[in-house]
Structure formats: C-alpha cells, structure tokens
C-alpha cells in the first residue's frame, strides 16, 4: 500500500519526529554544497515525481522540484490546464494512469476532496503540496526552522495571528503531534472549524483560543502570521477591514517572548497582515523557513518512498 503524506494528523508522531531529524541530517549533510549537487547517498535514483498545480506556486514548485534533483531522482510538472483535467477528465482517472507513469504525485490543489480521491485512486505515494484545508509540508519546515534556532518544541509555545485558514489547521494538528502549546488568535468570522479544534484538545493537544492578539502574544515563543487575502478570495476589501486589527506589529512582538520568532510562509505583503518592521526586522526566520520547504520535503519524499 503507497505511504500517502496528506495530513500531520494522520501520521503517527514517532514517524513525524523521524522526517523532522531526517531533514536536519540531509540539510546539514549539504552545507556549503551547489545547489544542484545530487545527495551523496542518492536515494531516490531513478524515481520521477509528477508535480500538479491547480494553484500558482513559487516555493512549493522551486523545492519539490529542486529537492527531487538533489535526491538523485527527477520530476515533472504541469498545472491542471496542462492537463486532461482541465477539460474534465476525473481526478480518479489521472489518479490511475499517472500510477503507470510515475513512482509519486505531489499535488497542489484548490479542494482538499480533490487531494483524497487522487490518493484513494493511485497505487503510489501522493503529496499534499496544499489544499483549502490543510498545509502539512509547511509545517514541517517551520517546526525545522524552530529547532534551528534551538528550540525544544515540547517546551514552546506559538501564537497563530490572523486569518484561521490551512496553515492554522496543520499547526494545530502539529501540535498534539510536538506537544508545543497552540495559542490561536483570530477575528470573528474566520476561526478554524471548532470540531478541528475539538478533535485535537481531544488527542491532548493544548490549544488556546484567545481574540486579543496582544494577550495571545504575551510571552510566547513563536508570532506566526498569515497573507489576510488568498488565491481564490473574492472578498479582499472585506477581509482587509476585518483582519487589520490582526497585523502582527512591533507592539506585538515586544509583547512576545525576548528571544521569541516570527514566521510567515510567504508571500507576504507588508502593511497589511504584517509590518514592515517586523518581518524584516531581527526576529524574522521567514527565509530560513523558505529555505526549510527543501529540505524538510526531502525527508517528506524519502519517507514516501521508504
């Protein structure tokens, strides 16, 4: 049966804790490296991973594709548009033959159903690179980032600012998985579905829910924000108004802990989730966290392919 890598929730802890060592070792294996130098070990020769985008990509297309290269393997990529798909033909059908053409699919979709019946159909390993529900690679390469700059993540505590979205999902998935503290600060109207929130605090994930972003910051380890208007939002000017008053600010971060972080995942557009100040200033990891997509979704491929 494929290794499917779709959701931190689904994911025993033990293996999550191997795939997050797993990063270190080959990242720090490369150092000083080219970029474009196989890995010494080349673990996946031979293999070729298929990379669909039903949305546009930068991060996630570059370190996919860049990560299959320096695992020793390959990678093809398409948008949907490039595709039968997009002119009907069923996501169960591409699931079936790209089966015959490639060892692993990494898909970037609009609808997390999309995502399942891809890995319900395929008979080899698929990859969330995003849906409208979830974001697990990302996350990986934030919880790398973390333990870069010497955190124990079962003694931290993070702060979700802004819009409760994907990236909010899998962080509160992450943490019954790390066992770090999840304090979630959002406006009304765009909380995470409660029965999310439930199911993790059922599993023993501490998670804290509290509007005032300035008492979720207090003394917390981690400030992580979020663009307040994604791919697909036809109600920009509305979520500006609603969210402003969750832009993550100096005030914010002087709240936080001294040696607190900021994170974002990119793009980010300063002035409005984020200040200027903040994410360019000396707590920013926002490229460091970039640069983790790559080698944390290494160790995600290999695993698949283990």
Not at 28 to 39: E, L, M, Q
Not at 109 to 132: E, F, Q, R, Y
Not at 201 to 216: F, M, N, S, W, Y
Request: charged letters at 25%; proline letters at 3%; one cysteine or more.
């Amino acid at each position: 049966m494929a290794k499917h890598f779709l959701s931190l929730a689904d994911i025993p802890a033990s293996e999550l804790r191997a795939i997050l060592d797993e990063a270190h070792v080959r990242k720090k294996a490369r150092a000083s490296w080219p970029k474009g130098k196989v890995d010494a070990d080349a673990p996946l020769d031979g293999r070729t991973l298929a990379l669909i985008f039903e949305k546009s990509s930068t991060r996630t297309r570059f370190s996919f594709d860049m990560g299959m290269r320096q695992l020793g393997g390959s990678s093809i990529t398409a948008t949907s548009s490039d595709m039968q798909l997009g002119r009907g033909e069923t996501i169960e059908d591409t699931a079936k033959v790209l089966s015959r053409f490639v060892d692993g699919i990494m898909l970037r979709a609009n609808s997390h159903d999309t995502l399942t019946a891809l890995a319900h159909n395929a008979s080899i390993p698929v990859i969330n690179g995003l849906t409208d529900f979830n974001h697990p690679c990302q996350i990986m390469a934030d919880l790398q980032t973390l333990e870069e700059r010497g955190g124990d993540l079962s003694d931290m505590t993070l702060t979700w600012v802004g819009d409760g979205n994907n990236v909010t999902v899998s962080f509160i998935h992450a943490a019954v998985k790390f066992g770090f503290k999840l304090r979630v600060s959002c406006a009304d109207g765009y909380t995470v579905a409660g029965q999310t929130i439930e199911a993790a605090r059922a599993q023993g994930g501490d998670i804290t829910i509290e509007p005032d972003p300035l008492k979720a910051c207090e003394n917390t380890d981690v400030v992580i924000a979020d663009t307040f208007v994604s791919m697909g939002d036809s109600d920009a000017d509305a979520r500006l108004k609603d969210l402003m008053p969750y832009q993550v600010t100096d005030a914010l971060m002087e709240a936080s802990a001294k040696t607190s972080i900021f994170l974002h995942c990119l793009p980010a557009h300063r002035g409005e989730e984020v200040a200027a100040s903040v994410i360019d200033g000396p707590k920013s990891a926002v490229f460091d966290e970039a640069e983790n997509r790559l080698h944390a979704q290494k160790a995600i491929i290999t695993w698949c392919f283990s």
